[in-house]
């Protein structure tokens, strides 16, 4: 659930993306966190949050889940506050109770489209931000009713050509339900990397000219940042 100050057009300051990995006995405490912290991120000041599971992103059905990472994704109007999110109780909480966790900062460069109903990134202007440096993308879709079958078989081959792709540091499927709302976080060394999978794989450029034909989406965004920080590491490695 998002609060109610991502208003369109508004480009946030800055979107924080936090990724925990938490052992197994710990997984029914990540389960509980899901629904115990909304009412805490309604009164954090983020402008946009997600409460989000994660998975491979091979399939994009339940298999795929992981119950050993999760992710919260917010969006600050200042800088300031999302420094500020760091000693939060969501935040301190999730830190105890994970092994491992990745903190990625990130300025919106381009959006499209809308994640339940609002424009979270905003309109930003056209800008070679992140031409030479790192840049992340966030994909995500709500899967028209009767469309799954058609839009999951078509994933399989999506999936393994990204694994391939020259540039490509960490891919993480991202979800608010294990069925239905279905997205991803890939972070690249730069952004010629990102473009040359989005406009010049065979995969993903089939899916794409799918998509308008075989209208699977009842609502779609694509979001690219510029890297501005990143800490921590994900399954031992700092991407």
Do not use: N
């Amino acid at each position: 659930m998002a609060t109610e100050r991502a208003d369109a057009g508004s480009v946030p300051a800055c979107a924080v993306l936090h990724l925990w990995r938490v052992p197994t006995s710990a997984v029914p405490v990540a389960v509980a966190r899901m629904a115990l912290d909304r009412r805490r991120l309604r009164s954090s000041g983020a402008a946009f949050w997600k409460l989000l599971g994660t998975g491979d992103g091979r399939t994009f059905t339940p298999r795929d889940a992981d119950p050993h990472h999760w992710a919260v994704l917010t969006t600050w109007d200042d800088e300031a506050a999302a420094t500020a999110f760091e000693r939060s109780p969501v935040v301190r909480a999730w830190d105890r109770l994970a092994a491992e966790r990745l903190r990625v900062e990130m300025v919106p460069v381009a959006s499209r489209g809308q994640w339940s109903g609002r424009e979270p990134f905003g309109d930003p202007a056209p800008t070679r931000a992140g031409a030479t440096g790192p840049v992340a993308s966030i994909t995500r879709a709500r899967i028209r009713l009767g469309r799954g079958r058609s839009f999951w078989g078509a994933v399989p081959p999506v999936s393994a050509d990204l694994g391939a792709v020259p540039g490509l540091r960490l891919a993480v499927g991202i979800g608010e339900a294990p069925v239905g709302l279905q997205g991803t976080f890939s972070l690249w060394s730069d952004s010629a990397s990102l473009r040359d999978f989005a406009h010049r794989r065979a995969a993903h450029r089939d899916v794409v000219a799918r998509t308008a034909r075989e209208r699977w989406y009842a609502e779609e965004l694509f979001a690219r940042f510029s890297v501005r920080s990143l800490e921590g590491t994900h399954r031992g490695t700092t991407p």
